[in-house]
């Protein structure tokens, strides 16, 4: 059973779920959501044609943390219950990452994390992802880690060589199936952009950065606009309020700076593409930016992905104005700086993590000797001739 309630996960763990769905006799993949991100959530799931078994349909304006905590708790339990899964799959560090893995750790059944070992050894930053990746791995059975480093701070944490598998980043195969769609979308924003003019296109929705760290981001968009007349900022701006709220006062009405509604899988990939450079506090940005060769400048002061900052395709500028603003510039005048960082080769995988997966839970579940659990009462199971159901 998948189990994941955001546009992120959903991006990350569809890959799997499909990789999973075309060796049927072996796998049965049970979809649930908790959807506490609920228009966003719906449009991956439409570009990878995902089709949910259980959907709790948590969204609610204005609800806490603890309170998505608690209902992916109870609603993941009330499945679990019904469902009987071999294994729950998580990905990353949201709250329905770790309360899923919370509830199947109630009930008995093995864990797998995709994306685990992830640090940056600040438990306020980011917030509240740090501990929810720390707790989703003393809970995990199997850790799919992205990358050699990634590993290691899990050996550091004490979990067992033979738990851990490097596998790459699922976002790179993600990235590589939709850039495969021949689907024709037409994105709007084109329409007022010529195309000599650069693109940055920006994402940012922290939750640490809300308050003056946010406002001093959206000063530093008007500043790059007002000193460079060849640059069009695009932002499709996150739902949330607290990101609403400072963009629209801030940079709403302002020249060259587009404000539009939060894009699709698919058109945001091509506006990726589009862009001349990226300037994010988003995680998965990180890691595809330098899939598509576009320098990547991080709005966070630490990052849990050191990887692409270590091979050169992105650089971390904070949330200081001018920090952001002089780093930009850097990249826009200098075409040495720009190609330094635009050819580095993706630090995060070759696009073949979801086979890597697959591998790893056959072998974990098909050798009971693996398991580190107790034994959980016995599920439903299919008879196969070639071998037991996973």
């Not at 439409?46 to 998505?68: E, K």
Request: aromatic fraction near 6%; proline fraction near 7%.
């Amino acid at each position: 059973m998948f189990c994941f309630g955001t546009r992120p996960e959903a991006i990350k763990l569809a890959p799997v779920i499909q990789e999973l769905a075309r060796h049927p006799r072996e796998f049965e993949p049970v979809v649930l959501v908790t959807a506490q991100h609920r228009h966003m959530l719906d449009q991956v799931l439409r570009a990878f044609d995902i089709r949910p078994d259980h959907d709790l349909d948590l969204m609610r304006p204005g609800q806490s943390l603890a309170d998505v905590t608690v209902g992916v708790l109870r609603g993941v339990e009330r499945v679990l219950r019904r469902v009987r899964p071999d294994m729950v799959i998580v990905q990353g560090d949201t709250t329905s990452a770790l309360a899923a893995a919370l509830a199947a750790f109630y009930q008995r059944i093995p864990v797998g994390h995709v994306e685990a070992g992830l640090r940056t050894c600040d438990k306020y930053s980011p917030f509240p992802e740090e501990m929810n990746r720390r707790l989703v791995s003393s809970l995990a059975d199997q850790h799919f880690a992205p990358t050699r480093a990634a590993k290691e701070n899990l050996l550091r944490e004490g979990v067992p060589r033979g738990h851990i598998h490097v596998t790459g980043n699922t976002v790179v195969d993600a990235l590589k199936a939709i850039r495969r769609s021949k689907v024709a979308w037409h994105i709007p924003v084109f329409d007022k952009i010529a195309p000599e003019q650069r693109v940055v296109l920006v994402t940012a929705h922290r939750r640490e950065s809300f308050g003056p760290g946010f406002e001093s981001i959206c000063y530093a968009l008007r500043m790059l606009v007002e000193r460079n007349s060849d640059v069009e900022v695009v932002y499709p701006v996150h739902l949330n309020p607290n990101v609403r709220g400072p963009v629209r006062t801030i940079l709403g009405g302002t020249q060259r700076i587009h404000l539009i509604e939060p894009l699709e899988y698919l058109p945001f990939v091509r506006l990726m593409k589009r862009a001349y450079l990226i300037l994010t506090d988003s995680g998965g940005i990180q890691e595809e930016a330098p899939a598509l060769g576009k320098p990547v400048l991080v709005m966070r002061d630490v990052t849990e992905r050191p990887e692409a900052v270590e091979a050169g395709a992105a650089k971390l500028v904070g949330t200081d104005a001018d920090a952001i603003v002089s780093t930009t510039e850097r990249l826009l005048r200098s075409t040495a700086a720009y190609r330094k960082m635009a050819r580095v080769r993706n630090p995060f995988g070759d696009g073949r993590a979801s086979a890597r997966i697959m591998t790893a839970l056959r072998r974990f579940l098909l050798f009971p000797e693996n398991r580190h659990t107790t034994a959980k009462t016995p599920s439903r199971r299919r008879t196969m001739p070639s071998g037991p159901s996973l």
